[in-house]
């Protein structure tokens, strides 16, 4: 996974996204998610825990093949950017937007 989340950032090894500092590989978020339906037929995209995840490929092949809506089946992958310190939401991290007003001289400041 880590391998996943540096080349996520355009890296080949662990450090931050060029020109995109303070973000590094560390704050890739990757969930796998199924999709249940509801007994109205609707579709809803969850999140699978860890212990529930299939062990490899063709095993999630098998569990999909057999219930398409099993709370097994990834049948979808989130990746967001979330700040590393926080480890069960996703809040956003802290940026800067930079604006160059000369070849020379760029401003930057805080988003919010």
Do not use: E, H
């Not at 020109?19 to 590989?25: E, F, H, K, N």
């Not at 969930?31 to 490929?57: E, F, H, K, W």
């Not at 939401?89 to 919010?112: D, F, G, I």
């Amino acid at each position: 996974m880590a391998t996943v989340r540096q080349t996520a950032i355009f890296r080949q090894g662990p450090g931050g996204l060029p020109l995109g500092a303070p973000i590094t590989d560390a704050y890739v978020r990757i969930d796998y998610m199924a999709q249940l339906r509801g007994s109205d037929g609707t579709l809803t995209s969850v999140p699978i825990a860890p212990a529930n995840l299939p062990a490899c490929p063709a095993s999630n092949r098998l569990v999909c093949m057999n219930d398409p809506y099993d709370a097994s089946c990834i049948s979808l992958v989130r990746v967001r950017i979330c700040d590393p310190a926080s480890a069960g939401s996703c809040p956003p991290s802290a940026t800067k937007r930079c604006s160059r007003s000369s070849p020379w001289l760029s401003t930057c400041r805080q988003l919010q």
